[in-house]
């Protein structure tokens, strides 16, 4: 399991209390001010990149709008068995969604017709849910997005349709490790460029590929924000990381090649090779030591 580092918010502890941080500093004169709002180059920096850094208020909204995300996928897990048709995914997701007085995301985003992705063996993302059944042995990505009193969090898993083969079970766990590879190098002062290189030597060390063309990215006030987040590329490079950044890493892993082709539908992209491909997705707040995922599950 990832341990996930908690960010402690303004209120919830005296001011004169010794910071939680472990400075030896009260917590007036430590992290007090840091909790509250970026510093003034962290803002400037966020400014000329286009990033929102986010404020305390919107941090809270996400993550409320995250625990929905992972209670979806929970309501969702014991759905994926043998003879689920996929349309009955989107049905589920979309009713309990709107139950909790959400939005699914999705849904007539750019024409996608449902409310929530759902991708079956060698469909790397963005699968539409339709009149395909899950079959055992299948590995089934399931990717949603609920907006909560305007606020979005973005979470999917890839689950086993029964009993997996050895491919089913390499390409699911080397994409699971590959989200917290990543996940583990995201601090103040790293950058982009260090989380998609985490992800590509352990993925490419395990003798898969990483899909170049889909990429992880800012949300939280919109579904799609600055940066985006490669899951490959060189350490030191690209975006620095700042506290208040909130984005998505969501590694797409390829049992063979990295290549990929968009069908017809405009939407569906699948291996070109017809390989297995897995994804696992956190939405993540980077703190002023390191992150908190919004949209926690384990690893």
């Given at each position: 399991m ?5 960010k ?7 001011r004169?209390?010794p ?11 430590c ?35 995250g625990?929905?995300?992972i ?17 009955t ?38 699968g539409?849910?339709g ?46 490790q ?8 995201v ?51 690209g ?6 950044m ?22 569906t ?6 390989s ?19 949209t926690?599950?384990?690893?």
């Open positions: 990832l341990v996930v580092k908690k402690v918010e303004s209120g919830k502890i005296s004169n209390a910071c939680p941080c472990g400075s030896g500093k009260k917590y007036k004169r992290c007090l001010n840091k909790a509250t709002s970026a510093p003034p180059e962290d803002t400037q920096y966020a400014k000329k990149n286009r990033i929102r850094i986010k404020t305390p208020e919107q941090i809270e909204g996400i993550r409320r709008a625990r929905l995300v209670e979806t996928l929970q309501m969702v897990a014991p759905h994926i068995t043998p003879g689920t048709v996929t349309g995914i989107n049905t589920l997701v979309h009713d309990f969604t709107v139950s909790r007085n959400a939005v699914p995301a999705p849904l007539n985003y750019r024409g996608f017709p449902k409310s929530v992705c759902v991708s079956i063996n060698e469909v790397i993302c963005h539409i849910p009149g395909r059944a899950l079959e055992e042995g299948d590995i089934v990505n399931v990717d949603v997005t609920s907006i909560l009193d305007g606020y979005y969090a973005d979470a999917s898993q890839t689950f086993f349709v029964g009993e997996p083969d050895a491919d089913a079970r390499k390409i699911v766990d080397v994409s699971r590959s989200l917290a590879e990543g996940m583990a190098v601090k103040p002062g790293n950058t982009i460029g260090d989380i998609g290189s985490a992800i590509q030597s352990y993925a490419e060390g395990q003798g898969c590929s990483v899909v170049r063309e889909f990429v992880g990215h800012g949300v939280g006030v919109d579904f799609h924000e600055a940066p985006q987040v490669p899951h490959y590329g060189r350490p030191g490079t975006v620095r990381l700042v506290p208040g909130v984005f998505t890493i969501e590694p797409m892993i390829n049992l063979g090649k990295k290549e990929l082709v968009v069908l017809d539908d405009g939407w992209a699948v291996t070109k090779d017809g297995l491909s897995a994804q696992f997705e956190q939405t993540l707040l980077v703190t002023d030591t390191g992150y908190e995922s919004l926690p599950y384990p690893l």
